[in-house]
């Protein structure tokens, strides 16, 4: 079910320090199967080496415009063409002063100059540049011509200021990135609701129980419903992740706190995505002190935690309601056993103990189950391509 035509993003690359974090944003780019051909000026390989770009886009990397071609073409209007969007990350307040005034007198702004596609610009300067009438009027120019700003954050910068100015998250650039490459937007209008990550039960006020699920699944079912036009709500359990640009996002701990912040956005919710990791049980008795080490062993007795997916399942009306099933064996039968008991509309059944795939990893390989009867395998992908396909599923069936 996956398109074999790649997206392509044409990545100008500017001289400022932040030039290094745009080997990260070609990396995630990469993992989510988008073709990547970057675009350096002069300075900017002051800062990285273009062999480094080149090892992680598996493309070569252009410098200068007059270098002999590597086939019968122009270059830059090669670039200019394939192009599905163009990213300038970081910006420097030059190329932005470039482009708002139609200087083009190198690789990347003659590329800029000659593209029909969309560009994104990520600045990332010294925050008195920043603030320069001179830069700001330049990027409210663009801003009117229809050029997209990613806007820097705010923090120390490199020269030891403190001020807006820093290059934005790398994962929010991309995730904006990934979201405009999405023609799609199936889901406008529509309200969706995910829960991610793990929870935990308390058994003292130093120690709990938990699992390792680190929510990465959910997040990136978060990112590509968001990326269709969809509200979404996610409601996750304890982990490092950032929030999905544009995403509503409620922090829990427990199953209680869950189960409350899920009923409060259930009714009024037309997607219900349950991939967080909820903990099954939880210690009978929760201790007020910290339990001192005593004797070898300590006993714990423990009881059933709340099944947040049954009662969901119980509840649903017009809410399609999709739960996960992790699996160490039996998975189909295991996952279409919890698909009826639960009143579920799809299960989507991954395999844990799989090295490749499990528990942190950022690819997964899953098998979707319908309550048609429908059976749907799924190649190793990355888990934002388990969401598109799984989206595609929920919209078409």
Same mark, same amino acid.
């Given at each position: ?81 394939? =192009?599905? $969007? ?10 932005? +002063? %470039?482009?708002?005034?139609? *200087? &083009? ?95 935990? =039960?308390? $058994? ?10 680190? +929510? %990465?699944?959910?997040?990136? *079912? &978060? ?67 910290k339990i001192k080490k005593q004797d070898d062993i300590l006993n714990l007795e423990f009881v059933k935690d709340i099944d947040i997916l049954k009662l969901l399942g119980s509840k649903k009306k017009n809410q399609k309601l999709i739960g996960f099933a992790a699996e160490s064996s039996n998975l189909i039968n295991n996952a279409r056993e919890k ?59």
């Open positions: 079910m996956i398109s074999n035509s790649k997206k392509t993003v044409v990545m100008g690359v500017t001289g400022g320090i932040a030039a290094y974090k745009a080997l990260d944003i070609v990396s995630r780019l990469i993992k989510n199967s988008i073709e990547v051909h970057v675009i350096m000026t002069d300075n900017a390989v002051k800062f990285v080496t273009p062999l480094s770009f080149q090892s992680l886009s598996q493309n070569m990397v252009s410098v200068d415009t007059f270098s002999e071609p590597k086939a019968f073409e122009i270059q830059h209007i090669s670039l200019a063409k394939k =192009a599905d $969007i163009m990213l300038i990350a970081p910006a420097t307040a030059n190329i932005i +002063g %470039k482009i708002a005034n139609g *200087i &083009a007198d190198d690789m990347l702004s003659t590329t800029v100059m000659a593209t029909n596609a969309e560009v994104f610009i990520a600045p990332a300067m010294n925050t008195n540049m920043y603030k320069n009438t001179i830069v700001q009027n330049n990027i409210k120019k663009l801003k009117n011509l229809g050029y997209k700003f990613i806007n820097p954050a705010s923090g120390r910068l490199a020269c030891g200021d403190t001020g807006e100015g820093k290059l934005a998250d790398t994962d929010q650039i991309t995730s904006i990135i990934l979201n405009a490459l999405n023609s799609k937007k199936d889901m406008a209008g529509k309200k969706v609701l995910v829960t991610a990550g793990p929870t935990i =039960a308390p $058994i003292d006020p130093v120690r709990f129980i938990s699992n390792r699920s680190t +929510g %990465k699944m959910g997040y990136a *079912i &978060a990112e590509e419903a968001q990326s269709r036009g969809a509200h979404v709500v996610l409601i996750s359990g304890p982990t490092y992740l950032d929030a999905p640009f544009g995403v509503d996002l409620v922090k829990v701990s427990t199953n209680e706190e869950m189960l409350n912040a899920v009923l409060s956005e259930f009714d009024d919710s037309d997607i219900v995505i349950k991939s967080a990791a909820v903990a099954d049980y939880k210690p009978k008795m929760y201790n007020v002190e698909l009826q008991k639960k009143n579920l509309d799809y299960i989507v059944a991954n395999d844990i103990t799989s090295k490749e795939t499990g528990f942190a990893s950022d690819l997964n390989k899953v098998t979707i189950l319908c309550k048609n009867g429908e059976k749907i395998s799924l190649d190793t992908m990355t888990k934002r391509q388990v969401a598109k396909e799984l989206f595609d599923i929920i919209n078409n069936i």
